[in-house]
């Protein structure tokens, strides 16, 4: 599919050197939008938590470079740049097509807020954040089947 002319609306990112980027189209609001507590997370990111916002495969279009990929387990594929290592992308290989985009990469992150926790059950202990936010001991609100 060609990708759209680009709008005011739509969210753009990539890596830390910039050998991938991404726009994510605004007219499509994410399905979810959540920090992540689970220690696949934390150990892929080096990082106590990670936010991801949930869209369609079809709301996300790669305007720069190609990402590397790597299976964490055998339902989940994390995309990142091969040159520096920035997780750009999470999905399911089974399910819907959609990707959960690391809102750390985006170039204005502030764009998109948290408004749910998972996996609460694997947080660190010496780590929270100062929200009301539900916590969810697994995958939470938007669980399905392949999920896990």
Known sequence: MPEPVAS??????????????????????PSGVAYCHCATCRKSTGAPVMA????????IWLTRGVPASYSSSPKALRQF??????QLFFTYT?????FDVSLGSLDDPSRIVPDYHIW???????????????????DGPDWSPYRS
């Open 81 to 86: 740049c091969p040159t520096c290592g920035t």
């Open 120 to 138: 609460t059950s694997s947080r660190l202990p010496w780590f929270d954040t100062a929200d009301s936010h539900p916590r969810h001991p697994d």
């Open 52 to 59: 991801w916002a949930t869209f369609p495969a079809a709301a």
């Open 94 to 98: 089974e399910g819907e097509p959609e």
């Open 8 to 29: 005011d609306t739509d969210l753009e990112g990539g890596c830390l050197c910039g050998a991938v980027r991404y726009r994510v189209s605004g007219a499509i609001a």
